[in-house]
């Protein structure tokens, strides 16, 4: 089974194909260029370089939020399109938990976390499960990052995403004492990682109805 896996939710632009668990080739784009602009020809590159074609796909994932508005947007649309045109099955995976992975095979608490921005992160909490896939302990949320650093105090937690860098200061006069903040490597958001968990929820029945799939924002639009 190849799936086709896109990562838009971040300032950055992912794309994948994965053949099973296998990842056939990974585009990760970070040029400051808008979304709209560099999605579409990036993937007909993709396609141009492995010699796939939308016919040899049998799966759709992409991330659904949180995290910007128009990157959620414009990458929701784009396979949503994809998979009313062609038929093919669609998978929404949360951006908290496909950034999660980064801290592979961590046996913390994983906290992924992305700047929301008015002193505010996208949080969410997670644990690796047996089969190396993150599995959330608490919805993913929109929190202070005053309130998010007191209620994992006595936690001992990889920090990962964007957020930790900018709120590096309180993470690391609070929550951080008994936990690790992961590396600017670790914050990528990463389309294999979309895909390899979107293989998953198919495996588990778990596909969305493309008429109906859409973005999950947390924060309500136009309150940013």
Avoid: W
């Amino acid at each position: 089974m190849i799936t086709l896996a896109m990562a838009c939710a971040t300032g950055t632009v992912g794309i994948a194909f994965l053949d099973q668990q296998k990842i056939l080739a990974e585009f990760y784009l970070d040029s400051g260029r808008g979304h709209a602009e560099v999605l579409l020809p990036a993937l007909d590159r993709l396609f141009f370089l492995t010699g796939l074609t939308m016919e040899r796909i049998d799966l759709l994932a992409c991330t659904t939020g949180p995290g910007s508005f128009t990157g959620v947007r414009i990458g929701v649309s784009t396979i949503k399109g994809l998979a009313l045109a062609t038929g093919k099955p669609i998978v929404g995976v949360s951006t908290l938990e496909a950034l999660a992975m980064n801290v592979f095979p961590s046996r913390r608490l994983i906290c992924p976390l992305l700047d929301a921005r008015k002193n505010q992160v996208y949080a969410g909490l997670y644990r690796m499960g047996p089969d190396g896939l993150p599995e959330a302990v608490a919805p993913d949320r929109l929190t202070d990052i005053g309130f998010l650093v007191e209620t994992l105090a006595d936690e001992e937690v990889d920090f990962v995403g964007d957020a930790v860098v900018l709120c590096q200061k309180q993470l690391s006069e609070g929550a951080a004492r008994r936990s690790d903040l992961q590396t600017y490597r670790c914050c990528r958001l990463n389309a294999s990682a979309v895909g390899l968990i979107g293989l998953h929820r198919y495996q588990q029945g778990r596909t969305e109805d493309p008429l109906t799939f859409s973005p999950s924002y947390i924060r309500p639009t136009g309150t940013a």
